[in-house]
């Protein structure tokens, strides 16, 4: 991995370098910087004064790919080349959005269910990573153009409920945009960064951050405690946003003119003209009471007042999430300390009065909504240029990760709500006589039988010299880097052999999951406790009767038949009861397979010890 000259210690990087900061929206994507002479974050902008470019690739005849404003123009036109909501597919496979297919106008493969969606443009198939790059060196060649030098290095914000497959995802469009990206932030942290909550290191904050942009909803509740930020909870609709007040504005419309859903459908053009002229009714009346204007040769009005009772149903929809976030976090109302505004959607005044209502305080609405997350990269991308030395900004790990060990059990390595980068390695030994190899298997989740987790990886390490059972030494070692991705190394440390991987799972959870994951642990921890006390005393027995199996065929010569006799029934006894039953019944079957063979054991070893001295002796003349 190419992190040439960052210290993920300090955060210091060799000065002089321009990191920008970027905001990779569903919707809208943009740039910022620190401002090299106020030091302040600003959105960087063409000379027609756009900050935002629109998240929409168009491809055209020959091969040649729009993106932004001019590949927005084709929406209408030609739907099945002009692709937009990228972001809702990267890490994505195509069962993870069978059910939303309708939703895009453009071809979304589906002949492997299991693996990462590809989409179909022309002739072409690009996959979402692809596609997110292409917005990406839009974004590179435009800072370039407007900075007047080289840009190289990133910081992009993903939603916090983005898994390892969707952060991966866009670290590999960054890649393939020819971006170093340093780091890949939260958005509600950036967003807090970009007011300066979280800056100091005393400050303990809870914060909520409202996230209200084209077309999805997030609401994120962090704690801020010594310049780390710890997602409490996530909630939100990931299919409701500003889109949805402009399609109910078309609605409004059409009732009022007698146009039916059908007449509508039909003429493309016509209900094209009609939502951009919603969207522009909505923006007006962000500011304005009224709003007049043409489509389709009739001239169409909206209040402020009529706007709001056709929102407001969708409010409260979000204000439900909010009180969700809460209560999943174990939080009043009262408990947050600041509230943030982020998404263009929140320039809606019956928005911001929601939402400032809820909470019973004010909301940050002081800087402009769709610019406050490129802001906070920005920040961001400052403090690992080394610029900004009080801070330290850490995430922490939303699942705990660890490796399968006997009987399926989950063997936890790095806990949840571990603060990353972090580093937690575990030695292992091998089970059996001369065995060659060991199976690594990586989980993520929080219960303690790996079936019930989410397996992330698996590899073998091969090639361990004949040992007896239990000599090797393995050591297993998790590395989570800043980003959250995952390294897992195995060494077998008498011998030196090693194999390691990068974590990259083919296609992630939900938030849901996630959330359902933890929610399962919670649930299922009492039934979790006794299957793994089950599953160790089934493993303990397994272990002991190999041991007396080769003990008494070693040292036959020191036994009675009676004796082998005996010892062949309790290991066949215990083995019976490692089938079939309980774990107390289990542990009695050790009990007495112990109790029967520690007085060979004993003999054995006495013989053994008259043996050396015998030799003694002998040595003796
Ligand atoms: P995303 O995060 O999804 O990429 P943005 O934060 O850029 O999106 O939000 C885009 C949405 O904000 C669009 O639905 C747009 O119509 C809406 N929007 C932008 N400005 C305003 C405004 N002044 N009033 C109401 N809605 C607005
Ligand atoms: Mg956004």
């Known amino acids: 991995m190419a992190k040439i000259g960052i210290n993920i210690a300090t955060g210091s990087l060799q000065k002089n370098e321009m990191i920008v900061g970027i905001d990779l ?6 740039v910022a910087i ?21 998240s929409v690739v168009h491809f055209g005849d020959k091969g040649v790919v729009t993106v932004g404003t ?27 959005v069978r059910e939303h297919t309708g939703f895009f106008s453009y071809k979304i493969i589906d002949d492997n269910t299991e693996s990462l969606v590809k989409i179909q443009a022309g002739e072409n198939f690009y996959s979402p990573v692809e596609l997110s790059s292409f917005i990406l060196k839009e974004l590179k060649t435009r800072a370039e153009h407007i900075l007047k030098t080289p840009v190289t290095k990133a910081v992009i914000t993903v939603p916090a409920y983005f898994n390892d497959a969707q952060r991966q995802a866009t670290r590999d469009a960054g890649k393939l945009a020819g971006l170093d990206v340093l780091r890949i932030v939260n958005e509600p942290t950036a967003a807090s960064l970009a007011y300066g909550l979280g800056l100091s290191r005393e400050e303990t904050k809870t914060i909520a951050v409202y996230d209200l942009g084209g077309g999805t909803f997030d609401i994120s509740l962090l704690r801020i405690n010594q310049g780390i930020f710890e997602v409490l909870s996530t909630n939100g609709d990931t299919y409701l946003g500003g889109d949805d007040f402009d399609r109910a504005i078309v609605n409004h419309w059409a009732a009022q003119t007698g146009l039916s859903a059908e007449e509508l459908a039909m003429h493309k053009r016509l209900s094209q003209e ?3 002229l919603a969207e522009e009714a909505k923006i007006c009346l962000s500011r304005e009471e009224s709003f007049s204007g043409q489509a389709g040769g009739e001239t169409l009005t909206l209040t402020r007042g009529e706007l709001e009772t056709l929102i407001s149903p969708l409010v409260q929809k979000t204000i439900f999430s909010c009180s969700q976030a809460l209560s999943d976090a174990g939080l009043t109302a009262e408990a947050i300390d600041e509230v943030v505004m982020v998404g263009g959607s929140t320039r809606v005044p019956l928005v911001k009065q929601e939402v400032s209502r809820f909470f019973g305080k004010a909301v940050h609405d002081e800087l402009n909504p769709d610019e406050v997350v490129a802001l906070g990269a920005a920040v961001q991308a400052d403090v690992l240029a080394g610029n900004n030395k009080d801070v330290l900004l850490l995430d922490i790990t939303p699942l705990s990760l660890g490796i399968e060990t006997m009987g399926g059990l989950m063997d936890v390595l790095l806990p949840r709500n571990s603060k990353v980068p972090a580093k937690a390695g575990r030695q292992y030994t091998t089970q059996k006589d001369g065995q060659s190899g060991i199976r690594i298997a990586v989980y993520q989740g929080e219960r303690d039988l790996v079936k019930d987790n989410r397996k992330l990886a698996e590899f073998n390490l091969s090639g361990i010299p004949a040992m007896p059972a239990g000599l090797p030494k393995v050591e297993v070692s998790f590395l989570v880097n800043a980003d959250g991705i995952l390294t897992v190394r195995a060494k077998e440390l008498r011998s030196g ?18 959330e359902k994951m933890l929610l399962d642990s919670i649930t299922h921890a009492r039934e979790d406790i006794q299957v793994r006390a089950l599953v160790e005393a089934q493993t303990e027995a397994g272990q002991l009767m190999d041991t007396t199996r080769n003990f008494i065929q070693k040292n036959a010569a020191f036994l009675t038949p009676a004796e082998m006799e005996e010892t062949e029934k309790a290991i066949a006894a215990l083995q019976a009861l490692t089938a079939s039953g309980t774990k107390d019944e289990i542990q009695g079957g050790i009990e007495r397979l112990n109790e029967l063979s520690r007085p060979y054991a004993e003999r054995v070893m006495d013989q053994a010890i008259s043996q050396a001295m015998k030799g003694k002796n002998i040595m003796e003349p």
Request: no cysteine.
């Open 274 to 276: 009609l939502r951009l």
């Open 34 to 54: 620190i401002h090299p002479d106020t030091g302040k974050p600003v959105v960087l902008k063409e000379h027609d004064g756009m900050s935002l470019v629109p």
């Open 497 to 514: 052999i090693e194999q390691s991987i990068e974590v990259k799972p083919q296609y992630g959870l939900t938030d849901a999951e996630v």
């Open 70 to 96: 001019e590949a927005k123009k084709y929406l209408v036109t030609e739907p099945q080349h002009t692709i937009f909501s990228v972001k809702r597919l990267m890490g994505k496979s195509y069962n993870d």
């Open 25 to 30: 929206g569903t919707t809208n994507s943009l």
